[in-house]
C-alpha cells in the first residue's frame, strides 16, 4: 500500500482536518496514512507550532494500524535540536520529519524573508542551513519538501535550479545519504510541469549518490488535498528508480 506519509490534522495550528475525515478520504484512494503534525519550536508569529505528544498519542493511538501511522514534522533550527530531541523521545512516533521553515529566524512564507535578497543568495543560505540541520538533528528520518522555498518565493523563476545550486544542493543530498535520511517526493507541485522538470536533476542526482529510497507526501491540511499528485509521484519515482517507502516504529518499509 502507498501511504500519504506528510499530513497534518487539527493538532498541527495551521489544520483544523479531522482524523476521520483524513483517513476516510485516504481509503477513498486506497492508500495509508502519516499524521506529521508541526512542532517548531521558538516559531515568530501567533501560531504556536507544538502539541502535547502525549494527548496526540493517547486521541491517536486507536486509530493506529494498517493503514495509520502517527508522526511528527520538527522545523530544524540549529538553536532548537535539544528542544526538539526531547520532543520527539516523549511518544512512539512512527516517523519524524525534518524540515526548514525558518532562515535566521524568519518564516519563509513570509515575504519579508525574501525583501532586499538575491535568489542566488537566499537559496544558497536555505541549501546549507538544511544540509547542517540534516547533520545536528541525528533523530530524524525524512528531509521534507526540498523545495519548500519554491512555493512562496517572489522571483520570475522560484525554481530550484539544480544547474545553479549543484554545490549546495549536493551537499544537502550528500548529508541525507550519509545520515541515512530518506528525501521526501512532496506532491504538492507536482502537477506544476516546470517543477517537475526542475526536480528531476535533484532526484536523479540522489540516485547517484547513494539515494534508494522516497516517502510520497501530500502535506495536506485538509482532506482534499490528501493523495494530491501521487499517480505522477509514483511515475517519477520509478523513473528515477527509486523505491517507495513509508515508516513504522521508526524503520522503514516498502510499499
Keep these: ?30 492508500i495509508g ?27 491517536y493511538e486507536s486509530l493506529r494500524g494498517d493503514d495509520l501511522r502517527l508522526g511528527v514534522e520538527v522545523g530544524m533550527q540549529a538553536s532548537t535540536v535539544d528542544a526538539s530531541r526531547a520532543f520527539v523521545s516523549r511518544a512512539p512516533f512512527d516517523l519524524v520529519i525534518g524540515s526548514v521553515h525558518l532562515l535566521s529566524g ?64 549536493d551537499a ?5 545519504v550519509a545520515h541515512d535520511v530518506v528525501l521526501e517526493l512532496n ?9 517537475l522538470k526542475e526536480l528531476a536533476p535533484i532526484y536523479t542526482r540522489y540516485r547517484e549518490l547513494g539515494g534508494t529510497c522516497v516517502t510520497l507526501g501530500s502535506d495536506a491540511h485538509d482532506a482534499q488535498a490528501i493523495g494530491a499528485n501521487f499517480a505522477i509521484a509514483e511515475e517519477f519515482a520509478q523513473a528515477m528508480d527509486l523505491r517507495i517507502v513509508t515508516f513504522c516504529e521508526r524503520k522503514c518499509e516498502f510499499c
Design 172 to 176: 544537502v543530498l550528500r548529508a541525507a
Design 106 to 169: 524568519v518564516d519563509i512564507y513570509e515575504r519579508e524573508c525574501f525583501e532586499g535578497r538575491e535568489k542566488e543568495d537566499i537559496y544558497r543560505a536555505y541549501f546549507r542551513a538544511m544540509a547542517e540541520s540534516i547533520a545536528s538533528h541525528d533523530f530524524i528520518d525524512v528531509l521534507g519538501h526540498i523545495d519548500y522555498i519554491a512555493r512562496t518565493a517572489p522571483y520570475k523563476n522560484p525554481e530550484l535550479s539544480y544547474g545553479a545550486f549543484a554545490d549546495e544542493i
Design 33 to 59: 496514512m502519516v499524521f506529521t503534525e508541526h512542532l517548531d519550536v521558538d516559531f515568530p508569529g501567533e501560531l504556536d507550532f507544538s502539541f502535547d505528544p502525549e494527548t496526540y498519542w493517547a486521541t
Design 1 to 30: 500500500m502507498i501511504f500519504d506519509s506528510h499530513s497534518h490534522t487539527k493538532f498541527s495550528a495551521d489544520s483544523d482536518m479531522t482524523a476521520e475525515d483524513a483517513l476516510a478520504a485516504a481509503r477513498g484512494q486506497g
Design 187 to 195: 506532491t504538492r507541485r507536482l502537477g506544476n510541469r516546470r517543477a
